[in-house]
């Protein structure tokens, strides 16, 4: 089982960035899809999530209408699409795949770094 997420990088205040999460050896279709990102000295938190078939979104309220999550089962990816970036979005982000209590999957992160 994998989860690799890609995509992070420097950028600028109010710049943009899309995070990538490939799944791989598990059926990525059946899971619900977080991102959660860990700020330095702060506790990981939850930023969006997706359902299996993509049919419901949820948002922390201090991404909501900047960052969109969604996903293609077709491609086994989810995505992060961040736009009007902040310094206080600069964090570590990961990917999770959870199908229930049983099964809950981690990627190793990809680091947001928001900065002039």
């Known amino acids: 089982v994998q989860l690799v997420e890609s995509g992070g990088g420097l950028v600028q205040p109010g710049g943009s960035l899309r995070l990538s999460c490939a799944g791989s050896?598990?059926?990525?279709?059946?899971?619900?899809i977080n991102w959660y990102r860990q700020a330095p000295g702060k506790e990981r938190e939850l930023v969006a999530r997706i359902s299996s078939v993509g049919d419901n979104t949820n948002y922390t309220d201090s991404v909501k209408g900047r960052f969109t999550i969604s996903r293609d089962n077709a491609k086994n990816t989810a995505y992060l699409q961040m736009n009007s970036l902040k310094p206080e979005d600069t964090a570590v982000y990961y990917c999770?795949?959870?199908?229930?209590?049983?099964?809950?999957?981690w990627g190793k992160g990809t680091l947001v770094t928001v900065s002039s």
């Open positions: 999770n795949a959870k199908l229930g209590l049983r099964y809950d999957y």
């Open positions: 050896g598990f059926t990525f279709r059946r899971y619900d």
